[in-house]
Nanobody, 124 residues
């Protein structure tokens, strides 16, 4: 079992930056692919980014490429989502996810563990 706890969401102005953190329980953190999804009001959950267990591979959704960076610190059982040049359309609840699979999935059903989410609001 893996428990995920997100933090870092808040209100930010357009063009601003935020860093989300996801702390995971367990002693085998480096075995898990970690990722982030988001869900805006009235919309389906959408893939944002994923990173391999070693941190050597990552994958991003087209709307965030070049603006968001996913990283992880296996010694701290934590992964991060650095979000720059934020836009109002980035407003959503952001969820940290984890899976034992070896690939970097982009569909929600392929992730086994989910955090409770953290709200990010981009508005002036």
């Amino acid at each position: 079992q893996v428990q995920l706890v997100e933090s870092g969401g808040e209100l930010v102005q357009p063009g601003g930056s935020l860093r989300l953190s996801c702390a995971a329980s367990g002693r085998t953190f480096s075995r898990y692919v970690m990722g982030w999804f988001r869900q805006a009001p009235g919309k389906d959950r959408e893939f944002v980014a994923a990173i391999s267990g070693s941190g050597g591979s990552n994958r991003y959704a087209d709307p965030v490429k070049g603006r968001f960076t996913i990283s992880r610190d296996n010694a701290k059982n934590t992964n991060y989502l650095q979000m720059n040049s934020l836009k109002p359309e980035d407003t959503a609840v952001y969820y940290c996810v984890a899976t034992i699979r070896l690939v970097l999935p982009t569909t929600p059903g392929n992730y086994d563990y989910w955090g409770q989410g953290t709200q990010v609001t981009v508005s002036s």
